[in-house]
């Protein structure tokens, strides 16, 4: 009896003991995590370019509208009185070049733009009309010269001559400016000058590219560094660009100052710089020393983009012809996508080109 209450006994305590008894926690074994980088793959932005197309002056893309319609080439006034000019900014392409008395003035192209004022605007001359006749522009222009007057006529050239019956349709003058540096147009105010004049609006399809641009960008292959480009045109006009190494823009100068948009206050600048080299004199016995060019032939220049400068040549076969550039290999030029400043200088003074 004793043994069997004894085996009770111990089984108790050991049912006791075990019942007593904590469970033992199991702790996880940390294990060392991976140091992963983590990778973030931003998606690029798609862009919808269906009720887009080129842009023939730059390459870049622009409605299908403005594409497609014939552009507008205005005669700016250059002088340092007519400073800071207004609108230009928005201008595609923008030829410079002298005319008498040692000045310059600008030829500026327009395909995509909505300036309320554009100007101060100035009085064609005869050899600008071939600058239009690169790209079907219409000219745009305040008076002429009686060279161009002629041309306009023998060349059976669109214009509107702000100095006519149109001055109160597509003009207006500022108040704040004197005569002759006073002539302003605007957007609205050429779209109701051509409705006026009724000539074709639509870009002729049939009409050559004057620039062919490369759908990379790069930088042309050169030893002359070209961050300064100085363009000298007379000892009244010496213009120069500077090369910012930030956005790879040239940035135009002239007057010792930055030229700018007086609308909004931006500094000229331009992708693409070509100086055209071409024979100029003046016009035998012209009472205000007016010169002429030689545009319809051949000759050389430069093409400059992306801090580099390179020797180029150019020709042109025709009036109607849009003038070509080509490398000195013969290949043609291609340009990288984006405005253009065209500096169309006289030969005789080619050596006074620099480049820094």
């Avoid at 609006?201 to 100085?230: H, I, M």
């Avoid at 545009?295 to 849009?322: C, E, F």
Wanted: charged share 25%; aromatic share 12%.
């Amino acid at each position: 009896m004793i043994k069997k209450m004894w085996i009770i006994l111990m089984l108790f305590i050991v049912v006791f003991s075990i019942a007593s008894c904590k469970k033992e926690e199991i702790t996880p074994i940390p294990v060392e995590e991976e140091n992963v980088e983590e990778i973030i793959e931003e998606e690029e932005e798609v862009i919808n370019h269906d009720n887009d197309a080129i842009n023939p002056l730059t390459g870049l893309y622009i409605s299908k509208e403005a594409a497609l319609r014939r552009p507008i080439g205005i005669m700016i006034n250059n002088l340092k009185a007519a400073m800071p000019q207004s609108g230009i900014g928005q201008a595609d392409i923008i030829y410079e070049t002298l005319v008498e008395g040692s000045i310059c003035r600008l030829y500026a192209v327009f395909q995509d733009f909505d300036a309320e004022k554009i100007g101060p605007i100035r009085s064609a001359r005869h050899y600008f009309l071939d600058f239009a006749f690169d790209f079907d522009a219409l000219y745009v222009h305040y008076g002429q010269s009686p060279q161009a007057k002629d041309a306009f006529r023998q060349l059976n050239t669109p214009n509107l001559n702000g100095l006519s019956g149109l001055d109160s349709i597509m003009c207006f003058q500022d108040p704040a400016r004197v005569r002759p540096h006073s002539t302003y147009t605007s957007y609205d105010g050429l779209m109701a000058g051509w409705d006026y004049a009724g000539y074709r609006k639509e870009l002729n399809p049939e009409l050559e590219s004057k620039f062919t641009f490369s759908e990379e960008e790069y930088t042309p292959q050169s030893s002359v560094s070209a961050k300064v480009v100085l363009i000298p045109f007379s000892n009244y006009s010496q213009p120069w660009f500077e090369y910012d190494d930030e956005d790879n823009l040239y940035y135009r100068f002239q007057y010792d100052v930055k030229q700018i948009d007086v609308e909004t206050k931006e500094q000229l600048k331009f992708k693409n710089i070509i100086i055209q080299f071409a024979d100029m004199w003046v016009i035998s016995g012209d009472s205000e020393g007016r010169l002429d060019m030689s545009l319809i032939t051949s000759g050389n220049g430069y093409y400059i983009s992306n801090g580099k400068a390179i020797p180029i040549t150019w020709k042109k076969t025709s009036h109607l012809s849009p003038t070509q550039y080509y490398n000195e290999d013969g290949s043609t030029l291609l340009l990288n996508k984006g405005k253009t400043w065209i500096a169309v200088y006289p030969s005789y003074r080619e050596n006074k080109i620099t480049f820094e």
